[in-house]
Nanobody, 124 residues
Framework: QVQLLESGGGLVQAGGSLRLSCAAS????????MGWFRQAPGKEREFVAS????????LYADSVKGPFTISRDNAKNTLYLQMNHLKPEDTAVYYC?????????????????WGQGTQVTVSS
């Protein structure tokens, strides 16, 4: 089992940048594929990006491909999401999640462990 804690959210103007972090504890972080998801008010939680256990393979939602970069540091048990060129429509609570296996995907129901989320607000 793994525990996840996100940080790095906040208020930023459109066009700005933020870097989210997700610190993992408990079971070995490198055993898990990882993902970032987000949920805007009144909307369903949606996939943002995912990364393989080694960090060698990444996957992005079309809406964030280019400006967002997912990465991980297994030595530090930490997952990152670098978000550039932020838009008001990126406003949401961002969650990190650990896949139930070493794989990763965009399918939300394949993720077994979730953090509490961190709020990102982009003003126009």
């Amino acid at each position: 089992q793994v525990q996840l804690l996100e940080s790095g959210g906040g208020l930023v103007q459109a066009g700005g940048s933020l870097r989210l972090s997700c610190a993992a504890s408990g079971s070995s972080f490198s055993n898990y594929g990882m993902g970032w998801f987000r949920q805007a008010p009144g909307k369903e939680r949606e996939f943002v990006a995912s990364i393989s256990w080694s960090g060698g393979i990444t996957l992005y939602a079309d809406s964030v491909k280019g400006p967002f970069t997912i990465s991980r540091d297994n030595a530090k048990n930490t997952l990152y999401l670098q978000m550039n060129h932020l838009k008001p429509e990126d406003t949401a609570v961002y969650y990190c999640a650990a896949h139930s296996t070493a794989r990763h995907s965009s399918r939300i129901n394949e993720y077994a462990y979730w953090g509490q989320g961190t709020q990102v607000t982009v003003s126009s």
